[in-house]
């Protein structure tokens, strides 16, 4: 049984950074694709980053330049440095895994909250 654990959320002021991290266990399968979804109350989660098994990345618009998502080479553990971040960065951050094969579908973890103050 996959599982996937998020941890690296916390509470801080506007220009300040943080690192997320995201790995998924219970499976030897390398995940086709990572990826990061931010979700505010009320709101439908939406997807912040993700990267692929062959290091392809996506950033939505508003975190272009702001945050970087790396992944552990064959591992199914990847991370996003967030910088300047913003009171509008503030939500519930989520990992999704996806395998195509194995343990196919998508697995998600329980989320971290990031807060950001002004």
């Known amino acids: 049984q996959v599982q996937v654990v998020e941890s690296g959320g916390g509470s801080v002021q506007a220009g300040e950074s943080l690192r997320l991290s995201c790995s998924a266990s219970?499976?030897?399968?390398?995940?086709?694709?990572m990826g990061w979804y931010r979700q505010e109350p009320g709101k439908q989660r939406e997807l912040v980053a993700s990267?692929?098994?062959?290091?392809?990345?996506y950033y939505s618009d508003f975190v272009k330049g702001r945050f970087t998502i790396s992944r552990v080479y064959l591992k199914n553990t990847i991370f996003l440095q967030m910088r300047q971040l913003k009171p509008e960065d503030t939500g519930a951050y989520y990992c999704?895994?996806?395998?195509?094969?194995?343990?196919?579908?998508?697995?998600w973890g329980q989320g971290t909250q990031v807060t950001v103050s002004s």
């Open positions: 999704k895994v996806k395998f195509i094969v194995g343990p196919a579908g998508d697995h």
């Open positions: 990267v692929t098994n062959s290091d392809d990345k």
């Open positions: 219970g499976t030897l399968i390398g995940a086709k694709t």
